[in-house]
């Protein structure tokens, strides 16, 4: 049985932070790219960060460029996305899932947590 669990999510303010953590279960975690997800009712999901097997590699879209780090402690079986500076277009149900190795399209990741919600809003 392989899972993953977003937790983390909340409501913040402009400007506010908040850490996302996306536990794994079932997996061997260096053998596995983890990227972050996000879907605004009404919108297309889209990828906002994702992190190599190896940890070497990280790309992030660039509406978070700057904004947003994600990280991971296979120790601990947990990947991380701490977002700083939120704005109200954050607000979505943000997604960790797992593909193997390498950050690729969507279509590579297959497995997928079940959401955590994230709300900007003053």
């Known amino acids: 049985q392989l899972q993953l669990v977003e937790s983390g999510g909340g409501l913040v303010q402009p400007e506010g932070s908040l850490r996302l953590s996306c536990a794994a279960f079932?997996?061997?975690?260096?053998?596995?790219?983890f990227g972050w997800f996000r879907q605004a009712p009404g919108k297309e999901r889209e990828g906002v960060s994702c992190?190599?097997?190896?940890?070497?590699?990280?790309n992030y879209a660039d509406s978070v460029k700057g904004r947003f780090t994600i990280s991971r402690d296979n120790a601990k079986n947990t990947v991380y996305l701490q977002m700083n500076s939120l704005k109200p277009e954050d607000t979505a149900i943000y997604y960790c899932?797992?593909?193997?190795?390498?950050?690729?399209?969507?279509?590579?990741?297959?497995?997928w947590g079940q959401g955590t919600q994230v709300t900007v809003s003053s």
């Open positions: 899932a797992a593909a193997e190795f390498t950050c690729g399209p969507v279509t590579d990741f297959h497995a």
């Open positions: 079932g997996f061997t975690l260096e053998y596995y790219a």
């Open positions: 992190i190599s097997s190896s940890g070497d590699s990280t």
